[in-house]
């Protein structure tokens, strides 16, 4: 157990519809990332939330957004989804804002959309 | 932008005999840090090693041991005395301090023979 912890862990649904993955980062840990994993783009930086605020954003979608909360969890909220946002997400977390020694990843949402 | 390149797509080797996964990137930076990660079947993404840039020492972790060469810009991993427990995929990653984003290679399935 890595100590990041996301749910849930296996997402089915419909195109179009929409979808919220969350994250509960590290104890202690104010920084969380949020990757994408698919077959054809590999793994992807989405963005990063540290301590409730934006801090860097990557190649995401006008359709998903995210959040973190004072608790410090974060959530991925994906919409109008399609087909081809089918992947593995994963969020990980650090201490701060940067960790020369790489983060903790949690295990993953594997997001299937028929 | 950073790049990093796996041009292997795959690798099988036989068990207590000892492998090299091949990773080249790119980039104009002089201070960078270099991971490569390890996802087995159960998705998790777990840390093998690191190397700083600045560091002329190649890094060690027991059975893990990098290539560095900061000039060629290649990080290779070699591993000792394969297991059958390696069995898994291999990302090479790269991440500059200013940015905390982790730009990650395709990956490569390393399969490990009884």
């Known amino acids: 157990d890595s100590g990041v912890t996301q749910t849930p862990k296996h997402l089915i649904t419909a195109t179009g519809q929409r979808v919220t993955l969350r994250c509960s980062p590290r104890?202690?840990?104010?920084?969380v990332y949020w990757y994408q994993q698919s077959l054809d783009q590999g793994l992807q930086f989405l963005i990063q939330?540290?301590?409730?605020?934006?801090?860097a954003k990557g190649n995401i979608l006008e359709r998903f957004s995210a959040q973190q909360f004072p608790d410090l969890h974060s959530e991925l909220n994906l919409s109008s989804l399609e087909l081809g946002d089918s992947a593995l997400y994963f969020c990980a977390s650090s201490p701060g804002t940067f960790r020369s020694d790489g983060y903790t990843f949690g295990s993953g949402t594997r997001l299937t959309v028929v | 932008a950073q790049t990093v390149t796996q041009s292997q797509p795959e690798m099988s080797v036989q068990e207590a005999e000892t492998v090299t996964l091949s990773c080249t990137y790119d980039t104009s930076e002089n201070n960078y840090y270099l991971f490569w990660y390890k996802q087995p079947p159960s998705r998790q993404m777990i840390l093998v090693i690191r190397q700083e840039a600045y560091k002329q020492q190649n890094a060690t972790e027991n059975r893990f041991s990098v290539n560095f060469q900061k000039a060629a810009k290649s990080f290779s991993l070699k591993i000792s005395d394969s297991q059958l427990g390696d069995t898994a995929m291999y990302f090479c990653?790269?991440?500059?301090?200013?940015?905390?984003?982790?730009?990650f290679g395709k990956g490569i399935t390393l399969s490990v023979r009884p």
């Open positions: 990653a790269f991440m500059k301090p200013s940015n905390s984003k982790l730009t």
């Open positions: 104890s202690g840990d104010l920084s």
């Open positions: 939330y540290y301590n409730g605020e934006e801090r």
